[in-house]
């Protein structure tokens, strides 16, 4: 039997993958490489209103899991072991992710996987490169602006302000994290939020979805990794605390808090956002397309 052309090939995949929905059947994993390019073919054809708008939604999603994640770990140094907080904190935000991937918006992170269509040369780079930016900032103004909402709530001084003061914790160290630490832990986070979303691909219903969201997404906050859009976040709230808090929520911090510095937040933005990159679209990406995707395979 002659070999299939790639097109005709990944056709012939993509049947499969609906031949498998169809008969109940979670998706195999060449079947989801095929998900996953088909993905980034769409992707790349969205208009830039509806990519904006998805994208900022992604970046309010996100903000919203972070300040769930923030307001279960809070108060609890010293008095829960490091590891159950973090395990708390992990279950806590993955409601962000379950509400990104389940709601359809786009997030810069999950947008990694789109190297896979690339690589089949089925969209260009400029058309890869622009979502990637333009969902990179639509997601910017989402975390930023639930950052704002929160902040001028009063959430932060909930607790006797221990929301506020885990807040501002969270800020300051993020922006003195080292850039290679920063970076290494932006490739380790990625990797699990991308595998996240393949796992999604697999599954038929929202509940078959959301547990595959779950465990990845708690691992990475859990271990500490670093997210460029949980971060966009985390550094408006905390520099929104520091410089505007109430006098009485600063009386209870005096003396307790450091600077938030603006050059260690830029920086730290930029490296984990590389190291999301590295992580996403290379270790994730890119190693799934060479096992299922490359046209010698296919030729099999």
Request: net charge positive; with cysteine.
């Amino acid at each position: 039997m002659s070999a299939l052309p790639h097109h005709d090939e990944a056709l012939h995949d993509t049947k499969s993958a609906i031949r498998g929905l169809d008969a109940g059947l979670i998706l195999a994993p060449h079947e989801i490489a095929v998900e996953a390019e088909e993905m980034g073919v769409k992707k790349s054809k969205s208009d830039t209103i509806t990519l904006l708008a998805l994208a900022i939604l992604a970046g309010a999603f996100i903000g919203l899991g972070a300040m769930f994640a923030t307001t279960v770990a809070s108060g609890a140094d010293g008095i829960l072991p490091y590891g159950v907080t973090r395990l708390l904190a992990g279950f806590s935000f993955s409601l962000g992710l379950v509400l990104v991937l389940i709601g359809g918006a786009q997030l810069f992170t999950g947008d990694m996987l789109m190297v896979m269509a690339w690589a089949s040369k089925r969209i260009s780079t400029v058309k890869m490169v622009k979502v990637w930016i333009l969902v990179w900032f639509g997601n910017f103004i989402g975390a930023a602006g639930v950052a704002v909402l929160v902040f001028l709530s009063g959430h932060y001084k909930f607790g006797g302000g221990a929301i506020g003061i885990a807040a501002l914790h969270y800020a300051e160290a993020k922006s003195v994290l080292p850039p290679l630490e920063a970076f290494s832990l932006g490739i380790l986070c990625n990797i699990l939020v991308c595998l996240a979303v393949w796992l999604t691909l697999a599954g038929r219903s929202a509940t078959d979805r959301i547990l595959a969201i779950v465990f990845p997404v708690t691992a990475f906050v859990a271990a500490g990794f670093e997210h460029c859009v949980a971060n966009m976040y985390y550094f408006s709230i905390g520099l929104l605390i520091h410089y505007g808090g109430s006098e009485s929520f600063q009386a209870i911090v005096a003396g307790h808090t450091a600077p938030i510095p603006l050059s260690g937040v830029a920086m730290n933005l930029l490296v984990v956002t590389l190291g999301n990159w590295v992580g996403g679209s290379l270790l994730v990406g890119g190693i799934y397309w060479l096992i299922y995707r490359r046209p010698k395979r296919l030729a099999k």
